[in-house]
T-cell receptor, first 112, second 114 residues
């Protein structure tokens, strides 16, 4: 158990809908990262937040957005969902000054 | 931009034997970190081992060790005394000092033969 929690574990929704994925980092970790794992794109970095502020952006679609709250949990919002958005979405966290990122169990999103 | 290449989509090894998984990378930075993550059927991403590019000594964690060749931009993972629980997808990844995003390879699926 990495100490990073993600909810829900599974999500099934229809095209065009909007969903929110939630992540709680390890105690004391200020950085939260979101990654997408899909069959055709592999594991890709989406976005990073540090202590409530966006720090880095990767291959994140404009239909996707994220935020980090004062209690350091983070949410990834996916809207206007398409079949191709079906994937495993991971959250990871790290503490300041260390290079390791610890991953949560992931949320499996299925868009039908 | 960084790229990470894992040229072995699948590998298999007899239980108790040793196996080496290959990884090459490309980065324009001189300071970076390299990692191996394991993803078992549960889908959890588990950090196996890390290597700082400025360290010449190869990292070791119990039965897992790396062969880091900086000039060749090669970072292979050696698993000794393979166990059934080692069966998983293994991902090599890289991140620069100044940029915290991880860039992953496509993974190698390791099968352990009893």
């Amino acid at each position: 158990d990495s100490g990073v929690t993600q909810t829900p574990k599974h999500l099934i929704t229809a095209t065009g809908q909007r969903v929110t994925l939630r992540c709680s980092p390890r105690s004391g970790d200020l950085s939260v990262y979101w990654y997408q794992q899909s069959l055709d794109q592999g594991l890709q970095f989406l976005i990073q937040y540090y202590n409530g502020e966006e720090r880095a952006k990767g291959n994140i679609l404009e239909r996707f957005s994220a935020q980090q709250f004062p209690d350091l949990h983070s949410e990834l919002n996916l809207s206007s969902l398409e079949l191709g958005d079906s994937a495993l979405y991971f959250c990871a966290s790290s503490s300041a000054g260390t290079p390791m990122q610890y991953f949560g169990p992931g949320t499996r999103l299925t868009v039908t | 931009a960084q790229t990470v290449t894992q040229s072995q989509p699948e590998m298999s090894v007899q239980e108790a034997e040793t196996v080496t998984l290959s990884c090459t990378y490309d980065t324009s930075e001189s300071d970076y970190y390299l990692f191996w993550y394991k993803q078992p059927p549960s889908r959890q991403m588990i950090l196996v081992i890390r290597q700082e590019a400025y360290k010449q000594q190869n990292a070791t964690e119990n039965r897992f060790s790396v062969n880091f060749q900086k000039a060749a931009k090669s970072f292979s993972l050696k698993i000794s005394d393979s166990q059934l629980g080692d069966a998983a997808m293994y991902f090599c990844c890289c991140r620069n000092f100044g940029n915290e995003k991880l860039t992953f390879g496509t993974g190698t699926r390791l099968t352990i033969i009893p």
